[in-house]
């Protein structure tokens, strides 16, 4: 007589072991590893690690099935990043923390940091490119999006509530056409205007000129490979997006704000409108507000008000306030500011 044994169902051990598959290959730490800060396309991973697309796809395939990398689509093309752990209270939510906490340790090889750099530069040649020919027009293709008009108010209620005194000074990163100077110079004892074309430095040039902004100064740098002075608050309207690393780039850029300042970034919230590359040079098509979030505490940055607002053609804006902590105060004790509760607007 034939015994049927019953089937064991290991679902929750299964789940474990899927981790510890992931986890158990070189080339898959390392790119965990390259995701830290980062996230990639399979092509470029492929470039990055010097393997076939086809190998770096099954690779890509284990870590999703583990929950270790998580998935964003860029209009025709999808991203990777690395995936938040799961509550540590829930199954391998320890052991996912552990291992990231661990690949944040490896150290990766310099060809593979080589070549990370090469596929960010050619982003950058990319946006370089695409402002160098489009200056004149470009204003006319944002507002197709989001032109300053729309959010403007927004930023200002914000920055009006940060209560800056008379001496403080403002750094505008990629200021466009220079349409948002005029409320900086109001508002700031100087400001200076930084960007790394010389063709929408002109175009910012004309709107100080029209409104004698005489305590604007220009200047010709790149953000994060140039020299410039820290400034008590640092804004970008719609910059972010042509980073070509921005989590690495928030990290640099919050180094710019002195102890006791604040960043303030508006950007698109994630979208799928991925005619915004051709329209306008945009690298990503906006932003996951937690990812936001994610990147400025990693720079040391603490979080504050946050704003959104709703635009008839979709798409929608958020505007966000980062503090930077004081320095040590002398009884050891680090003070940083509090956040605010996020304010919807429409």
Known sequence: MNL????????PADELAALCKAGGDPLRLNVLRALSNDSFGVLELAQIFDIGQSGMSHHLKVLAQAGLVATRREGNAIFYRRALSAATTGLGGKLHSALLD????????????????QVHSQRAAASQDF?????????????LIAGLAQYRDSVLALLDALGFDATANALEIGPGDGGFLPELAKRFHSVTALDNSQAMLDLARLQCEKHALGNV????????NDDYSAADCVVMNMVLHHFAAPAEALKQLATRVTPGGSLLITELCSHNQSWARQACGDLWLGFEQDDLAQWAIAAGLNLGESLYVGLRNGFQIQVRHFAKPEQHSGSGVQVRAQPISPTGIN
């Open 131 to 143: 402002f160098a020919r489009n200056a004149g027009s470009f204003q006319a293709q944002q507002d």
């Open 217 to 224: 100064k220009l200047q010709l740098a790149d953000a994060l």
């Open 102 to 117: 661990e690949v944040d340790e490896l150290q990766l090889p310099d060809a593979v940091l080589a070549r990370i750099a």
């Open 4 to 11: 049927r044994v019953p089937q064991l169902r290991f679902e």
